[in-house]
């Protein structure tokens, strides 16, 4: 009863999260002479999956760390335009230790440059994907043909050093065609940002510039978690869970593949067919950033630490964040990462358990006398129903068609975030170009009437799997590119 005595608030457009794709869709209309918009935010903070968390006396970044790619990436411009400051990761930098402890860096070299040879057939495999319209395949397949078997706990480890460690999930379901999209956008390496403002600070900063701190128009509600959306082909009316009702001629969605997925967001009416079919087609990423302090370094001066100490690598990739360029000498500070199933399993159990499980490891590579951590920070992304996972990872068989559907309005609402860009999903820059792109869509639709359809997508329906006939007919010369 009391609920429905509030009233709704109108705005010409409504946007649902506050992470650098709202952001940037709001400034976009900003700067089109549009401020009749609200972007309702579920937690007490913008940013969303770029994150801080105050840890062994200084900030670390629990989600986005990277700059992925300088090259013609947006992202890079703002990180240089604010001074955030950082360093390209070396990815030479690295040690392998195997269960013993010993360094079997030299070891590995033979099995780098097969899995080069398999990544360099691979690459032409993708090529003839695209240019010729073949069938898409994992990962796993293409390394396989391409000569890349890895049985021995070293090759595991540089295997998922190259593919898990990227894309958040394994390379058997992991698309060919999809990823390494476009790898002259990913040249001039990736800048790890260390900046004590954080890598948020470029979402800061980019609202500060529509957004003074008491916004007389309350164009940002943090803590406003959107319940249901009830969406017509003229107007969106968002609920939240504290009761408040929002109502935009144009709403976007800006929340991960992951909430979509969730069933935690009630639409009404019920999403298309077509639109559903597309959310959970597309997958999230898991990926857990575990940090640990300690009284005193014992480990390698590498940038990376890699742990070959069994067939299935887990907690194999550490980096070193007491090299000179991270944190104050003697923050002592180690951050091991986890992906995919792991995720699920860490996040589930005691912060505890999982030290114990690490320092199994850790034994294991510098020996039982080494110190126990003073502290250690698990961030939980997945079991956090505001986001439910890391980052989208492209599915096998996923054409472009199917982007443009996920990212295809209903009615009048509309599909933005790093999910739904078909250049750059995963990465911050995708989130940012999203959130521009689908401002000057609902601009366009606003002002010249010229509104996105999906039509084109809905008619072309799903890309059908192909048959492995076909699979194996299509690759044929590209296994045996001789005989042919
Ligand atoms: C651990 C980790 C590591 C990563 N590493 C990198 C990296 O190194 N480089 C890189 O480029 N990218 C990286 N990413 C991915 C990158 O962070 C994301 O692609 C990007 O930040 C996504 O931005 P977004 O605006 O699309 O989504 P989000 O940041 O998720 O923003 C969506 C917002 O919606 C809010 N929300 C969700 N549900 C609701 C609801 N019901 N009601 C209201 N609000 C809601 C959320 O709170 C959130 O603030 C990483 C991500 C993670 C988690």
Redesign the pocket.
């Known amino acids: 009863k009391q609920l429905s005595k509030r009233s709704t608030e109108e705005r010409k457009i409504v946007i ?9 869709a709001a400034k976009t209309l900003h700067e089109n002479g549009v401020d009749d918009f609200v972007i ?4 007490d ?7 801080q968390a105050e840890f062994g006396g200084v900030k670390v ?8 790619g300088l090259h013609d990436n947006p ?1 890079w411009d703002l990180a240089q335009k604010y001074n955030i400051s950082g360093k390209i990761s070396d990815y030479d930098d690295v040690v392998i230790r195997n269960k013993t402890g010993n360094d079997v860096t030299d070891q590995a070299e033979e099995a780098w440059e097969r899995l080069g040879t398999a990544q360099e057939y691979l690459g032409e495999w993708r090529e003839r994907i695209r240019e010729e319209k073949l069938p898409d395949v994992s990962l796993r397949v293409a390394l396989k043909l391409g000569g890349w078997r890895p049985k021995t706990p070293l090759e595991k480890v540089i295997e998922y050093f190259d593919y898990e460690f990227e894309y ?1 999930d394994a390379p058997e379901v992991t698309s060919l065609n999809n990823t390494g999209m476009n790898e002259e956008d990913f040249t001039g390496g ?1 800048y790890f940002v260390t900046d004590q403002r954080g ?1 948020g600070h470029i979402v800061d900063r980019l609202s500060d510039e529509f957004l003074s701190p008491n916004d007389a128009r309350r164009r940002l509600q943090l803590n ?4 249901t959306v009830n969406w017509t082909d003229t107007d969106v009316t968002f609920t ?1 869970t504290d009761g408040s009702t929002y109502r935009g001629e144009y709403g976007l969605m ?3 593949i992951g ?1 979509l997925e969730n069933d ?2 009630d639409f009404i009416p019920d999403l298309p067919a077509w639109k559903v079919e597309e959310i959970y087609q597309f997958r999230m990423g898991q ?3 575990i940090f640990l302090k300690f009284p005193n370094k014992f480990w390698d001066d590498n940038e990376y630490i890699l742990y070959a100490g069994s067939l299935r690598p887990q907690y194999a990739v550490w980096q070193n964040l007491e090299l000179p360029w991270t944190f104050p000498n003697g923050t002592n500070i180690l951050l091991v990462t986890a992906i995919a199933d792991d995720v699920q399993r860490i996040e589930l159990q005691s912060d505890e358990a999982t030290k114990q499980e690490i320092m199994t490891v850790l034994r294991n590579m510098y020996g039982n006398n080494i110190s126990e951590p003073e502290s250690i920070l698990v ?1 939980r ?1 997945l079991t956090n ?3 439910f ?4 990872n492209w599915p096998i068989h996923v054409t472009a068609q199917d982007f443009e559907k996920l990212a295809a309005p209903v009615g009048r609402l509309y599909f ?4 739904t860009h078909p250049r ?9 170009l ?2 521009i792109d689908q401002a000057n869509a609902i601009l366009s639709c606003m002002r010249k009437g010229i509104c996105k359809s999906n039509q084109t997508a809905v008619n072309q329906g799903t890309s059908a799997a192909p048959t492995l006939s076909s699979l194996l007919l299509a690759m044929i010369p590209v296994i045996f590119p001789v005989y042919v």
């Open positions: 649902v999260g506050a992470g650098i794709a709202g952001i940037a309702l935010e579920g937690s903070r913008i940013g969303g999956r770029m994150r970044e629990i989600g986005a760390n990277w700059v992925q992202i958040a990736e890598f406003k978690v959107v319940r939240t800006t929340v991960s909430v935690v967001i990926y857990c950033k961030p992304w129903p505001l986001f996972g890391a980052y989208s933005g975030g790093e999910a750059y999903n995963g990465y911050v820059h995708g989130g940012y999203s959130g």
